[in-house]
Nanobody, 122 residues
Framework: VQLVESGGGLVQAGGSLRLSCATA????????IGWFRQAPGKERELVSC????????WYLDSVKGRFTISRDNAKNTVYLQMDDLKPEDTATYYC????????????????WGKGTLVTVSS
């Protein structure tokens, strides 16, 4: 099983990035995918997640209205569109996948990617 993040980089405040989490080796339709982030000196936190078939989505309060998660089941990929980025969004972003038994489960942590760094300058 592989989860590979991409799309991070350096962007000015107010800018946008789209992160991708490409998966392989798992039954994508039965895996919920979450995006986490970890800033230096801080704990890893869940930013957003999407259950199977996009039935359920969740966002951290501080990113609501700015970030959008989506799944492309044809490409086995989950995206995190990040708009109006702020310096406090600076972190390494990780995607995680977990097999779930219901469409109402939003994320799982069976497998992790290695992360992609997002840096937002003021």
């Amino acid at each position: 099983v592989q989860l590979v993040e991409s799309g991070g980089g350096l962007v000015q405040a107010g800018g946008s990035l789209r992160l991708s989490c490409a998966t392989a080796g798992l039954s994508f339709d039965t895996y919920a995918i979450g995006w986490f982030r970890q800033a230096p000196g801080k704990e890893r936190e869940l930013v957003s997640c999407a259950g199977t078939h996009n039935v359920i989505k969740w966002y951290l309060d501080s990113v609501k209205g700015r970030f959008t998660i989506s799944r492309d089941n044809a490409k086995n990929t989950v995206y995190l569109q990040m708009d109006d980025l702020k310096p406090e969004d600076t972190a390494t972003y990780y995607c995680s996948g977990g097999e779930v038994s219901t469409e109402g489960e939003c994320y799982g942590t069976d497998y992790w990617g290695k992360g992609t760094l997002v840096t937002v300058s003021s």
